[in-house]
């Protein structure tokens, strides 16, 4: 495990992990691809940058308002992208298999789905 720089603060009694994984962001101002490191917690989604062996927080949105799209131009292409859209930030995220794209978007959405239901 990493030291993450800019601290997250994960104590919230409500707030439990579900999953990690590497996702590549692609920029939706100049199309520019970068690697994050990506923590899905039931309310929250935090993207995190490598910088010199440490983890830099990038993007933190909330889930309650957000939700997930599939990229419908990744089935002409071949890319493997989908977007995370919230009021604050729209993410484009591209993962390295189908597998893993679909991962994502199951966990997300079932994450989003619960905050929905409170």
């Not at 990690?20 to 917690?41: A, P």
């Not at 440490?54 to 493997?80: E, F, N, T």
Request: one cysteine or more; aromatic letters at 6%; charged letters at 25%.
């Amino acid at each position: 495990q990493l030291p993450i720089a800019n601290h997250l603060s994960v104590a919230n009694v409500d707030r439990r992990f579900v999953k990690e994984g590497k996702l590549i962001q692609r920029s939706l101002t100049d199309n520019s691809l970068q690697l994050r490191i990506c923590y899905l917690f039931n309310d929250l989604f935090v993207t995190v940058n490598l910088v010199r062996g440490m983890q830099i927080i990038d993007k933190k949105l909330k889930l309650d308002l957000a939700w997930v799209l599939d990229d419908p131009q990744c089935h002409l292409s071949g890319i493997q992208q989908f977007y995370l859209v919230s009021p604050i930030k729209t993410l484009l995220l591209i993962a390295e298999t189908k597998q893993q794209k679909e991962e994502w978007m199951k966990e997300l959405l079932s994450c989003i789905h619960s905050l929905v239901k409170r």
